[in-house]
C-alpha cells in the first residue's frame, strides 16, 4: 500500500516552517511589519510550490512518441520574482525623505529563499544560510557598534522646535553642535500665525545616547521652543 504523504516531503515542509519561524520571530521582537504568520506562510508555500515543481518535472516524462520535458526549478523562478511585490509593499518612505523597512523586505525575500531550498533538498544549506542571516542582522551590526568606525556608532534623530526671532537660528543651531549633536541637514520654515520659525534638523548622536537625554539637553538651550524629536 502506497502511503498517502511522502515522508521526505513533510520533512520538507517541517524544516522549511522551523526555519521560517525563527526568520519571523527575528522580525516580530523588533515589531516589524512583516512577524511570525508571515514568514511561515512564505517559507512553507515556498517550500510547497519548489516539491510540486521538481515532483511534475520527474513525473512526466512522456509516453510513447510524446517527450515531455520541464525545468525541475520553473515554479522557483517564478516565486523568487512574484516575492517582491510583498518587499515592496514594507519598504516606507518617510515624509523626511528617511527610507525604512529594506531590511525587512529582505528578510521576505530570504524567507522565500529559504524556502525553495529546503524544498530542493539542501537541508544542511538552509540551517546553515539562517543561520548566517540571523547572525548577519544581530550580531555583526553590534559588533561594528562597539568596534567598528565612529560614523556606525550614531543615530540619526529628528530635530523639531520652533524660534521666535530668526536672528537667533544661527545661535540655536551652534549651541546644539556644542553638545555633541552633529548636525547632518537642515529646513527652516516660516509660522506666520504663529509669528515663529520651524527648524527641522537632522542630526546624529552616539548610539548609547538616549533620545530622552537629547530632548533635555536641547530644552535648556536658549530660544527654543516646542521642541519635537523623531529617530530615523
Keep these: 500500500m502506497e502511503w498517502l ?21 527575528e522580525r516580530e521582537l523588533k515589531r516589524k511589519p512583516v512577524g511570525l504568520k508571515t514568514s511561515l506562510v512564505i517559507s512553507i508555500v515556498s517550500c510547497l510550490l519548489t516539491i510540486v515543481s521538481m515532483e511534475s518535472a520527474y513525473k512526466s516524462p512522456g509516453s510513447g512518441d510524446i517527450n515531455i520535458t520541464m525545468d525541475p526549478l520553473r515554479l522557483a523562478a517564478q516565486i523568487v520574482s512574484g516575492i517582491g511585490f510583498l ?37 544542511a544549506e538552509a ?7 540571523i547572525f548577519s542582522v544581530e550580531i555583526i551590526p553590534m559588533v561594528f557598534f562597539v568596534f567598528g568606525p565612529s560614523s556606525l556608532q550614531e543615530k540619526n534623530l529628528l530635530l523639531k522646535m520652533s524660534i521666535k526671532n530668526k536672528d537667533h537660528i544661527n545661535e540655536v543651531i551652534k549651541n546644539i553642535e556644542k553638545e555633541d549633536i552633529f548636525v547632518s541637514g537642515l529646513r527652516i520654515k516660516d509660522l506666520k500665525e504663529e509669528q515663529a520659525h520651524l527648524l527641522e534638523l537632522q542630526v546624529a548622536v552616539n548610539f548609547k545616547r538616549q533620545t530622552t537625554e537629547v530632548y533635555y539637553t536641547i530644552t535648556e538651550i536658549p530660544y527654543v521652543e516646542n521642541i519635537e524629536i523623531e529617530s530615523l
Design 5 to 25: 504523504f511522502d515522508v521526505e516531503i513533510l520533512l520538507k515542509l517541517g524544516l522549511s516552517s522551523i526555519l521560517g519561524l525563527i526568520i519571523g520571530l
Design 127 to 133: 540551517i546553515a544560510g539562517v543561520a548566517l542571516l
Design 87 to 123: 518587499g515592496a509593499g514594507v519598504i516606507l518612505h518617510r515624509r523626511n525623505d528617511s527610507i525604512s523597512g529594506l531590511t525587512t523586505a529582505a528578510m521576505i525575500w530570504g524567507a522565500a529563499g529559504i524556502g525553495i531550498v529546503v524544498g530542493a533538498g539542501f537541508y
